[in-house]
Each structure stands twice: as structure tokens, then as C-alpha cells.
């Protein structure tokens, strides 16, 4: 019967014989390791995770115990690196667990670091900021092209290049990103807007009247648009609170003429208070004196 390959071909392309790593031979020996003696790899790619999944997985440990055993190196008498399933090892700790099950293999630090970010970039529930910070990574540190890293990983390398951009957006957009507070497809939509200033523009946009990915697209589209147009970009007009129509209005029927306001996006502006001639503006001034009374 032919071996199922349970990790796709991007990790056996990256490392030979990298299948068995996670899909050992049925006859290979599975070791009880001491909690005690595992120590997390250094080059983990991922750096935060969910509390409340990784309970849900050490509550099923106690119950059914470790179905997928971890994948280990050896680094010294009783030491030793996680290669694969830091999850599964976080969880076992929660669960209580003194010993876990595991692979135990040969590999030397680029090969870990190969294939902790091959093997993280695989999974399912990471965001977009930590497989773009892999990709880097592997770029990076492993000297891979992106046509190499397409091929390792089974991905296009217009995908991969999507996912790096995001790494040029602003930190604030990123940490939204990886807080899923905005999509994929929403920061897709703003890398294509060069100016950072406005990149964060749009995100507080998103963020305050929930703006959809098509949405964003549109307003992206415009912005370009006028770019080519004019050879600047400009920035939507930001809209003044109530109360500063109000107080628009207030001043505009106080000195009997259109007052306005402008305002850029970094909140500072000027009021203008227009004139048709120099009769208007002796009156202008005359109510200005009377206010400095």
C-alpha cells in the first residue's frame, strides 16, 4: 500500500526523506519523552497563540491522550528540540502531561529551521502576517528565489509575493492583520495605495464603518485613478464632526458670509472667512473687534 503524504509536496520537495518526519514509518519506534527535557525550537515561525484553542486541545489530551506523536531532534544527554508540534507540547503541559510520545530524529539547525517554517507554513490556522514572515524567512536565512520557495511550498509565486508585500505595510495594519481584524483581501486591496499616510487612512476607515473588501477595492481604484490623473494622490476629505457644522454655520451666519473650514487628514486646517469686497471686509474686521472688546 502506498504511503500517504499527509503534508502536501512542498515539505518532501524541501527535505529528503522529509515525510517522515510527520508520517514516519509504521514500524519506526515512538518514544515517552519527559516534558522536562523538551525545550521549544528557536526558530519557530509562530509566535502567538490562541489560549482558548490551545485549552480546548489540552482538554482533549486528557481525554484521549496524544494521537499525533511530536517530532523531536536530539541536542545532548536527555535534550531535546521540538521539530515539529510545539502546539501538541504547549497543550500536553496544560493537560499535566510528564511525558509525551515522539519521533526522535537527525537534523542540523538549517534543516530545522527548513523545516519548522516549511512545516508551520502548511498549516491552516495561521495568519497572513506569520506565513509572510516564513516566506521571508526562507528567503531570508534558507538563500531561496521565490521561484524556488514556489516550488518548495506548492505555491504560485504571485501568492507568495502577495504575502510579502504585506510586510511593507504600516505596523499598525500588520498587528491588524494578525489580529484578524482586517482580511487578506482588505490589505490586498491597500498595498496597492503607495502613500503610507493614506494606507492608514483607509484602515481607520475599515475599522470605523466596516468596510467591505469591495468596498476598499473602490475606493483604491479612485485614489489611483486621480493619481494618474493629476500625478499626486489625494487623500479622501475627511468629514468634519457635527459639531463642526454647527459651528460652520454658527460663524457663517454671525459674520453674514459662507464661512468654511478645511481640514487634512492629519487634523490641522484653517477657517476662512471669504469677502467680496472691501465694504464686506471693514465689516468682517468690525465684528472681530468687538469679539477682542
Same mark, same amino acid.
Given at each position: 500500500? !502506498? ?8 515539505l518532501?520537495a524541501?527535505?529528503?526523506?522529509? *515525510?517522515?518526519? *510527520? ?34 486541545l ?24 521540538i521539530?515539529?508540534? &510545539?502546539?501538541?507540547?504547549? !497543550?500536553? +503541559? ?6 509525551v510520545?515522539a ?17 508551520n ?24 528565489t ?22 511593507k ?10 489580529d ?41 481604484r479612485?485614489?489611483?485613478?486621480? &493619481? ?8 479622501? !476629505?475627511?468629514? #468634519? ?9 454658527h460663524?457663517?451666519?454671525? #459674520?453674514?458670509?459662507?464661512?468654511g473650514?478645511?481640514? *487634512?487628514? +492629519? ?22 473687534? +468687538?469679539?477682542?472688546?
Amino acid at each position: 500500500m !502506498a504511503k500517504r503524504n499527509a503534508l502536501g509536496r512542498g515539505l518532501g520537495a524541501l527535505i529528503e526523506n522529509a *515525510n517522515e518526519v *510527520n508520517q514516519p514509518n509504521p514500524q519506526a519506534m515512538i518514544d515517552e519523552i519527559d516534558i522536562a527535557h523538551i525545550v521549544a525550537n528557536p526558530w519557530q515561525p509562530r509566535t502567538t497563540f490562541d489560549e482558548e484553542a490551545l485549552n480546548d486541545l489540552a482538554t482533549s489530551i486528557r481525554e484521549m491522550g496524544i494521537i499525533q506523536p511530536l517530532t523531536l531532534r536530539k541536542t545532548g544527554e536527555n535534550q531535546y528540540q521540538i521539530i515539529a508540534g &510545539e502546539r501538541r507540547f504547549r !497543550a500536553s +503541559k496544560l493537560a499535566g502531561l510528564n511525558k509525551v510520545p515522539a519521533y526522535i530524529r537527525e537534523s542540523d539547525d538549517n534543516q530545522m529551521l527548513e523545516l519548522a517554517l516549511v512545516e508551520n507554513i502548511q498549516r491552516e490556522d495561521l495568519d497572513a502576517i506569520e506565513v509572510a514572515l516564513s516566506y521571508q524567512r526562507l528567503i531570508d536565512e534558507c538563500q531561496f528565489t521565490q521561484e524556488v520557495l514556489s516550488e518548495r511550498v506548492g505555491k504560485k509565486r504571485s501568492t507568495i509575493s502577495n504575502y510579502l508585500r504585506l510586510l511593507k505595510l504600516p505596523a499598525i495594519i500588520q498587528k491588524a492583520i494578525r489580529d484578524r481584524e482586517i482580511s487578506m483581501g482588505h490589505a490586498r486591496a491597500i498595498i496597492n495605495v503607495k502613500d503610507p499616510e493614506t494606507q492608514v487612512m483607509i484602515y481607520k476607515q475599515i475599522m470605523t464603518y466596516d468596510f467591505s473588501v469591495r468596498k476598499i477595492e473602490e475606493i483604491v481604484r479612485k485614489l489611483n485613478n486621480e &493619481e494618474t490623473e493629476t500625478g499626486k494622490a489625494k487623500k479622501p !476629505a475627511a468629514r #468634519f464632526p457635527d459639531e463642526y457644522e454647527n459651528l460652520k454655520n454658527h460663524l457663517s451666519k454671525h #459674520f453674514s458670509t459662507n464661512v468654511g473650514f478645511k481640514i *487634512n487628514n +492629519k487634523g490641522k486646517g484653517q477657517i476662512v472667512i471669504p469677502f467680496k469686497s472691501g465694504k464686506e471686509l471693514e465689516k468682517i474686521i468690525g465684528i472681530l473687534d +468687538k469679539l477682542n472688546q
